[in-house]
């Protein structure tokens, strides 16, 4: 049986920079970030996607659309 993606559950928040961050993002300690943790579904309702990603708060933006 062939599955098709079903749904997608994003959280988005905003927090300030760890030390993970000032690494790998080149920001100050305290800095705001931009958080965005999703979960993927297949229409079965098994995830199979899991992603979080970290933005400066200066050096990105995020869309969302749904289609």
Same mark, same amino acid.
């Given at each position: 049986?062939?599955?098709?993606? /079903? ?7 905003? @927090?300030?920079?760890?030390?993970? @961050? =000032? #690494?790998? #993002?080149?920001?100050? %300690? /305290?800095?705001?970030? #931009? &958080? !965005? ?7 079965? /309702? !098994? %995830?199979? =996607?899991? &992603? =979080?990603?970290?933005?400066r708060y200066d050096? /990105? &933006? !995020?869309?969302? &659309?749904? !289609?």
């Amino acid at each position: 049986m062939k599955h098709q993606i /079903g749904k997608a559950t994003r959280i988005i928040s905003a @927090d300030k920079s760890d030390a993970y @961050d =000032e #690494l790998y #993002l080149n920001c100050d %300690p /305290g800095d705001a970030i #931009l &958080s !965005v943790r999703q979960t993927v579904y297949l229409d079965n /309702g !098994v %995830p199979f =996607e899991y &992603s =979080e990603t970290r933005n400066r708060y200066d050096k /990105g &933006s !995020v869309t969302i &659309s749904n !289609v």
